[in-house]
């Protein structure tokens, strides 16, 4: 009964590196989320994706970009590492829109 | 813009009633939604209600619902150290794939 898993846990970058964070559900479900969370504020929309095949923007896009590879995984990555995108990451997915999500435990990524 | 708001931190004793208590700025949002995330985890929805309700009761959890100012509070009856963790509550806006996440509350439960 995973649920919502992320790669890695952990991740430390050098300022203009690049990594991609993996998101997989078993759920089946249409809709996956990317936020970050940072000190003092909440969760953020990075990207999300409606269903298999579409993506769109979310609050906070710059120095994104994500890959729907197929209606269980969800990939965020990150070109050119910059120490602003120092965060938790934490990949969601509902059924439909904004519906109950569920989370993976989140990824921690220092950018140094 | 639409904003959530919450304060940052309470400490109560075990045994006694948490209240959480967050406010919103928009009134168009479908749901409110609690949230709960212990250490080193993601979030869990813990309980939820519709914009359309004053009050919901879930075992030990009761949300209730003040549109008029816009106010949302989470009680937590009988408090336990396992409910140690940060709370957040958020607004849901169904078909625009739009939530607004406030910055979370720290609960902390002395044994």
């Known amino acids: 009964n995973a649920g919502v898993t992320q790669t890695p846990k952990f991740q430390v970058l050098k300022t203009g590196q690049s990594m991609t964070l993996q998101c997989a559900q078993d759920m089946n479900h249409n809709s996956m989320y990317w936020y970050r969370q940072d000190p003092g504020m909440g969760l953020r929309l990075i990207y999300y994706?409606?269903?298999?095949?579409?993506?769109d923007k979310g609050e906070v896009p710059n120095g994104y970009n994500v890959s729907r590879l197929n209606k269980r995984e969800f990939s965020l990555r990150l070109e050119s590492a910059a120490p602003s995108q120092t965060s938790v990451y934490f990949c969601?997915?509902?059924?439909?829109?904004?519906?109950?999500?569920?989370f993976g435990q989140g990824t921690r990524l220092t950018v140094v | 813009g639409e904003d959530v708001e919450q304060s940052l931190f309470l400490s109560v004793r075990e045994g006694d009633s948490s209240v959480i208590n967050c406010t919103y700025t928009?009134?168009?949002?479908?749901?409110l939604y609690w949230y709960k995330q212990e250490p080193g985890a993601g979030l869990q929805l813990l309980t939820y209600?519709?914009?359309?309700?004053d009050m919901k009761q879930d075992q030990r959890l009761t949300v209730l619902l003040n549109k008029k100012d816009k106010h949302l509070s989470l009680r937590i009856a009988d408090t336990q150290t396992g409910d140690s963790a940060i709370y957040f509550c958020a607004e849901i806006y169904t078909g625009g794939f739009k939530t607004i996440f406030g910055a979370g509350t720290r609960l902390f439960v002395k044994a």
């Open positions: 928009d009134s168009s949002s479908t749901y």
């Open positions: 994706s409606a269903s298999e095949g579409t993506t």
């Open positions: 209600i519709f914009s359309n309700m």
């Open positions: 969601a997915s509902s059924e439909v829109d904004n519906t109950e999500a569920f």
